[in-house]
Structure formats: structure tokens, C-alpha cells
């Protein structure tokens, strides 16, 4: 906070800060600070996909220099690409170097292990001190700022404007905050490692963008193309229901908008803008339907050339899936059956997958069982054929309902017949009304209190299911008045031994 000598003042002016930021740390929930490193690890994820564009598009122009040699502007996009790569990696460098030093200071990550939470993900002190009281944060967005003007530096001042970059570092308008206070004080440490994430990925795509830029500058397309291949792309996908149009579009891979392209399909001619014909057909026919595409082009020598191509779609009878949204529940513990089916396809053409639970195939069909342990809330089911995703259902996972304490046959509290205590000589732990077949809790353990009119109370304890001696002697010799009560009961169920917070309170009548 401070050092050296301070004022009685000061002393209480940092004691208060000191109070103020434990508070504030105690606000925020383990829930969120969660959610920040979830941020973080989405944030990595997309980072390696950026990066793995920046590599592509590198390579395409390395491969076009390589090819042209002569051309001067493959040659500028290639040295300022290099360039480029260079400032992006010097500047990821510098936040991953930032990031482990923060993590350090608050104790690395838990357990050790580098894919967790950090150790104290609601610490709001150390980087507030080193960003605010030492002066990292100024170094911190000055350097934001120079990668920003290096990177638009290497493009043309009139085409900088192209580039939508999020590397900014403007103070708030609405606040005399500064952008360094705004960023690391009062905010907890798995959000700040969680923000400079993000500003490795705001690098990152300004770097694809400038890459973008250069890749599109060449004056000769990119790919050396050595064969020319038909192409049949879906507008709608593949899986039309009957009444519904399919919808593709069909060209020759490669073509410019200068090649004179002749489209047909199945024999009928099809309109065609910039060598790109346009077929669309209403489906009448459930199931399969092929059709042949025919594209005749004249090469630059004046010879025509003529490509073939088979296409298909599936055509679907029109399905309603009905179903009550508010009961996608499954239950801790439990074997929930999951049945999954595509219609169209067969129940070994479709790939099932959940995300939160594990799922068990059963039989040669579309059924499953599924376990969940309750570290989640919600589990999402998805099928998906040939890698393409057809649905998915979300359920909420459950607790199994506590089970209701019994004395025999008695269930409910309120007053008895001694007839009817006499009778009895079991404990049970019934799971009443609940809709998933077979499912039973067993009693373990209970205590059975007997608080007579006249004289002071004495506790039974027992286990299992039937009744002590001790128990079956307070039953038969209760009087009218007396009062009963079944309590502390645990019961073993399908995920363990639960305790069971009701209790069952009798009054004995004549």
C-alpha cells in the first residue's frame, strides 16, 4: 500500500482501502471467477484458430512469391507480411510473459496443473500494485498502442482504414478513470488474465486483417490451379422436407467472372452469372434424388471443355417434434434413458455426443444411457451425420427427490391409533410419485424419539429397516398423548447415502 513513515491519517486511510478491497473480493462469486477462466480458455481456443488462418494465409503468399519471383508486388507482400508476422508474435510474446507473471505472484495455477483456475482468482491487489502504484500499466498500453501503429504502419495510409482493430487504449469518456485503472484496479486477477487473453487475440486478428490485405493486393491469383474441378454447393443443405425447394449453386472451381461457362442439369440449361449457374427444384419425392450437372467452358486456346458431376439431396417427409421443454430433466446418479434418431438415416449413420455427462450406447439403436454427476448444471445432447450437426436437446440435471420416512405403513405426521403403532416393525424410506421406474432408498441409519405425556423423552437408535427391540417396546407400550417422532434419518439411494430433512411426528390417540 505505502512505505515508509505515514500519517495516523494515511494509516487509516489504508487500513480502509485494505477493508474495501476484501469486500469487494468477497463479492464476487466463485461462480463468476469461474466464468472468467472459462473466458480465458475460450479465448486460447480462438487464438489457435487465428493463428491457424495467419499460417495458411502466410503460406499462400510465400507460395505465390516463390512461383513469381519477378512480381514486385508479391515480393512487398511477402517482405511486409514477414514483417507483420514478426510484430504480432514479438507483442503475443510479451502479454504471455505478462500473464505468467501475474499468475506467479498470486500463486500459479491450482494444483499446479496449467490448464486450471489461477490460485487466487479473486487476488485484486498484486497487479493493481505493479500495473497502478509501480507504472506496468502505462508500459502496458503504450505497448498496445506501438503494435496498433506498427502493424497499420506497413499498409498504404490511404488503406489503414480498413482495418478494424480492437488494440485500443482510449481512456473512458465517462469517467476520470484512466484506461490502466479501468483495466487493472478493482478487478479480480483470473479477469485481468482473462482481458489480456483477449488482447492477444485483438493482435492476433489485426495481424489476419493486414495479412488479408497484403494476400489480396497480388495481381495474380494466389493458388497455382493445375486441374479444374465441378462443383455442386448447397444453398439450404441436403435434407429437404417434401414441398420445400432444394438449392445449389454450380460452377467450375478455379473460373473468373471472364469465363463463358455453359450450365445444365439433367439437360435443362440453367442462367448463369459470373460462371456461377443457379439451379433450384421443389422436392416431391421423398428420399434420395439424384441429378447430373453438365458445365462446358472454352479455355483460352479456344477449345471446348466439358465437365460432369453427380449431385443429390434427401427429401424428407415433413416431421413435428413435440415435446414438454420444461421436463428435459435428468437425474445425479441414475441411468437416464436417451433415445436419438435422424429421420432418413439409419441409427448407425448418426454420431451422438454429449457434452457434461457420459453417455453409454445400448443395442444396435438409437438408445443410450446417460450418467451425470452433478458438476453441472445442464447437459447438451448433439447428433450429427457425416459431421454435420442435425440437433441437439439441452436437460437440466436434478438431484433424485428425497424420499419420504415411513413407520410401516404410516407416512404422514399427525396422530395415530396405538392399533396401528402396535403393527408396525419396519423404517422405511419410500420414494413417492416419482416417474423413473425402480429406484429405491434403503434406510441406514434413524432415530426414533418417544416423548411420553407424563415424564422425560428417551432416543432410540437404529439401522436398516427393521425395527430394534428397544423401538418395537416404545411402540407397543405409547399411550394416549404420548408423542412419537421418526428424525435423523440417512437413507441409501442410487448416488449414495443422502440425509433425508423431514421427519415423520406422531401423537397418539386412543
Wanted: aromatic share 6%; with cysteine; glycine share 8%.
Amino acid at each position: 500500500m505505502a512505505g515508509g513513515k505515514v500519517s495516523v491519517r494515511q494509516k487509516m486511510i489504508n487500513m480502509m482501502y485494505l477493508v474495501l478491497t476484501a469486500l469487494l473480493a468477497l463479492n464476487v462469486s466463485a461462480e463468476i471467477l469461474k466464468s472468467f477462466h472459462m473466458v480465458e480458455v475460450s479465448m486460447d481456443r480462438a487464438g489457435e484458430n487465428i493463428d491457424k488462418k495467419n499460417v495458411n494465409t502466410l503460406a499462400a503468399i510465400a507460395r505465390y512469391h516463390t512461383d513469381i519471383p519477378a512480381d514486385p508486388t508479391g515480393t512487398l507482400a511477402y517482405n511486409k507480411s514477414i514483417e507483420a508476422k514478426k510484430i504480432a508474435d514479438d507483442g503475443v510474446k510479451y502479454f504471455t510473459e505478462l500473464k505468467e507473471l501475474l499468475i506467479k505472484n498470486a500463486d500459479g495455477r491450482k494444483d499446479g496443473n496449467p490448464e486450471e483456475e489461477v490460485a487466487q482468482p479473486s487476488n485484486i491487489e498484486l497487479h493493481a500494485n505493479l500495473m497502478i502504484n509501480q507504472g506496468k500499466g502505462k508500459e502496458v498500453k503504450d505497448k498496445i498502442n506501438a503494435i496498433r501503429n506498427a502493424l497499420l504502419g506497413l499498409m498504404p495510409k490511404e488503406k489503414q482504414e480498413l482495418i478494424k482493430s480492437d488494440l485500443r487504449t482510449e481512456d473512458p469518456k465517462d469517467s476520470k478513470e484512466t484506461w490502466e485503472a479501468e483495466m487493472f484496479e478493482h478487478t479480480p486477477l483470473a479477469a485481468v488474465v482473462a482481458l489480456l487473453s483477449k488482447t492477444q487475440n485483438d493482435i492476433k486478428n489485426t495481424e489476419s486483417q493486414v495479412l488479408d490485405y497484403f494476400r489480396g493486393s497480388l495481381t495474380e491469383n494466389v493458388m497455382i490451379i493445375d486441374q479444374l474441378t465441378p462443383q455442386i454447393i448447397p444453398v439450404n443443405g441436403t435434407n429437404i422436407t417434401i414441398g420445400n425447394k432444394y438449392q445449389a449453386e454450380i460452377f467450375l472451381a478455379a473460373s473468373s467472372s471472364r469465363s463463358e461457362a455453359s450450365i445444365s442439369v439433367n439437360g435443362s440449361a440453367l442462367k448463369s452469372e459470373s460462371g456461377i449457374g443457379k439451379y433450384e427444384v421443389t422436392a416431391s419425392r421423398e428420399g434420395e434424388n439424384k441429378f447430373k450437372a453438365v458445365i462446358t467452358t472454352t479455355n483460352s486456346s479456344g477449345k471446348k471443355e466439358t465437365y460432369e458431376k453427380e449431385g443429390s439431396f434427401f427429401a424428407l417427409a415433413p416431421l413435428a417434434v413435440i415435446s414438454a421443454t420444461k421436463m428435459n430433466v435428468v437425474y445425479i446418479g441414475l441411468e437416464n434413458p436417451i433415445s436419438v434418431s435422424v429421420p432418413g438415416f439409419s441409427a448407425n449413420k448418426v454420431d451422438v455426443t454429449c457434452s457434461g455427462g457420459n453417455l453409454r450406447k445400448v443395442g444396435s439403436g438409437g438408445e443410450y444411457l446417460l450418467t451425470v454427476d452433478g458438476s453441472i448444471r445442464e447437459v447438451k445432447i448433439s447428433a450429427s451425420v457425416e459431421g454435420k450437426t442435425m440437433g441437439f436437446a439441452t436437460y437440466r440435471v436434478r438431484q433424485v427427490p428425497k424420499p419420504t420416512p415411513m413407520l410401516g405403513p404410516i407416512e404422514q405426521s399427525g396422530s395415530v391409533s396405538m392399533g396401528q403403532l402396535k403393527a408396525v416393525n419396519f423404517v422405511l424410506t419410500a420414494l413417492k410419485d416419482f416417474a423413473f421406474e425402480g429406484v429405491k432408498f434403503t434406510p441406514i441409519s434413524w432415530n426414533l424419539v418417544y416423548a411420553p405425556k407424563n415424564g422425560g423423552a428417551r432416543v432410540e437408535q437404529g439401522s436398516g429397516e427393521q425395527l430394534t427391540g428397544g423401538a418395537k417396546s416404545i411402540l407397543m407400550n405409547a399411550r394416549p398423548g404420548d408423542r412419537i417422532i421418526l428424525m435423523n434419518i440417512k437413507a441409501k439411494g442410487p448416488a449414495g447415502p443422502v440425509p433425508i430433512p423431514s421427519s415423520l411426528v406422531l401423537e397418539v390417540r386412543q
